[in-house]
Structures are given as C-alpha cells and as structure tokens.
C-alpha cells in the first residue's frame, strides 16, 4: 500500500525560503511521475512542478519557474520542493502525489494516483 507524506510546510516572510519534502513509502516506481500541486482558499488545486523518476525531465508552472526547484532521491523514495523568493501568492496548502506512468507534463490532479495529506505553506508581506 503506497503512504505519501508530505513535510516541511510552515509561516515565512516574503522573500524567505523553504524546502518541501514528501516520502512515497511502498512505491517502487521506476517510470512514474511525481510532484507537487497547491490549493489556495477558494482557488482550484494547480500544478506547481513535475518530474520523471530519472529526474531527467522536470516541468514548472509559469508562476515558479525560476523560483522553485523540484528533485528527488530515489534510494529515500523522496521528492522535494525547493522553493526560494517565497511571496503572499505562494500561500498553499501543497500536495505531493504520484503516478505510476509518466505523462509528459503531469501539472493536473488527474494525471495522479495516490496523493498526501497536505503541508500548508503560509507568505506574509
């Protein structure tokens, strides 16, 4: 049975830093896609970045690209989110998910199978 686990959500400044974390426990992936979605209050959940098990191909919403890293470890069955020049529109609750198949561009909440609880990040000004 697959248990996603998100962590290292919290309450920052604008112009802070944080790392996001998710371990995908009984996942034995080797072609699937994982990343990250966030859902705002009264908002639709959206994409924020995907990436292949290789790591080799990574896809980023328009609104971090440039700001927020994806990666992930393999041998921890762990993804990440670096996410630096944090402003108030990156308040989220951010959910980690997973996919057995790789899909070209996973940003939607259709393209996953099993997903997290949720870690919420709040920016203030």
């Known amino acids: 049975q697959v248990q996603v686990v998100e962590s290292g959500g919290g309450a920052g400044q604008a112009g802070g830093s944080r790392r996001l974390a998710c371990t995908a426990s009984g996942w034995t992936g080797d072609n699937d896609a994982m990343g990250w979605l966030r859902q705002a209050p009264g908002k639709e959940r959206e994409g924020v970045a995907c990436?292949?098990?290789?790591?080799?191909?990574?896809y980023y919403a328009d609104s971090v690209e440039g700001r927020f890293t994806i990666s992930r470890d393999n041998a921890k069955n762990t993804l990440y989110l670096q996410m630096n020049s944090l402003n108030p529109e990156d308040t989220a609750m951010y959910y980690c998910?997973?996919?057995?198949?790789?899909?070209?561009?996973?940003?939607?909440?259709?393209?996953?199978?099993?997903w997290g609880q949720g870690t919420q990040v709040t920016v203030s000004s």
């Open positions: 998910a997973a996919t057995p198949i790789w899909r070209t561009g996973a940003m939607f909440s259709y393209d996953y199978t099993y």
């Open positions: 990436i292949s098990w290789s790591g080799g191909s990574t």
